[in-house]
């Protein structure tokens, strides 16, 4: 009986070992199309003055933009600036920034990119986690990622986005900015003109670069005329 005891002990401190260590390492993992996922190198950059967190395993590539290098959650999807953009083994991008086809999806993209604690530390590190679905430039393939965690992530600068994902968010951020000026002015103010056209130039700037599968994004600008009130 005692050595039974004994060997339980043992078995269980072996696992609180075991478990603590997995818990305490620097990781960047999640379900990667109902796959477990690990990243073998992960790193992190403050880019356009938000975070820009990668991973790879030597196949496939995770990026992560959020719009501010602060805690806090950041939502995907749509005409948001925080992007997930994923690069597939076969060299296919997907991202959060494309809309799915109709065919595949009625839905829009949708995630999240939590970003719990930055501990200050050299370098700092991020801790948080993530999910998204994301599609490719046209639409008709997806991926999907859950249960991501981002466990001590450095922050070590160097990074650049995938395929053109520096400027899509840019064209997100700028569509953002104009239509908040865009919504705070009436059409009696004499300046709703240009600001209208400054919106509108902003919208078909992000159509050039990000796409617009579903014709959202034409549907505003056209809904807009000639900006003459």
């Known amino acids: ?55 790879s395993n030597n196949l496939e590539i995770v990026q992560l933009i959020t719009q501010n290098d602060a805690a806090g959650t950041y939502e995907l999807g749509g005409d948001s600036p925080n992007i997930a953009i994923v690069k597939d083994a076969n060299g296919v991008v997907y991202s959060t920034a494309n809309s799915p086809d109709p065919s595949i999806s009625i839905y829009p993209t949708d995630g999240q990119i939590i970003i719990q604690n930055v501990i200050n530390s050299t370098p700092n590190l991020i801790v948080g986690s993530f999910w998204f679905n994301a599609y490719t430039e046209d639409g008709l393939k997806s991926v999907n990622f859950n249960e991501g965690v981002l466990h001590r992530i450095p922050i070590v600068g160097g990074l650049v986005a995938i395929d053109g994902g520096n400027a899509c968010l840019e064209a997100n951020q700028l569509v953002i900015s104009t239509r908040n000026v865009f919504n705070a002015t009436d059409d009696t103010m004499p300046e709703f003109t240009d600001i209208c056209n400054a919106y509108k130039v902003a919208l078909i700037t992000k159509i050039d670069i990000c796409g617009d599968v579903d014709g959202s994004i034409q549907m505003i600008v056209d809904s807009l005329g000639d900006c003459i009130p």
């Open 1 to 55: 009986m005692k050595k039974l005891t004994l060997l339980f002990i043992t078995i269980l401190t072996i696992w609180s070992c075991g478990d603590e260590v997995q818990f305490s390492s620097p990781a960047m993992q999640g379900n990667y199309n109902t796959d477990l996922w690990r990243a073998t190198s992960f790193s992190a950059d403050i880019d356009f003055g938000g975070f820009l967190i990668q991973g």
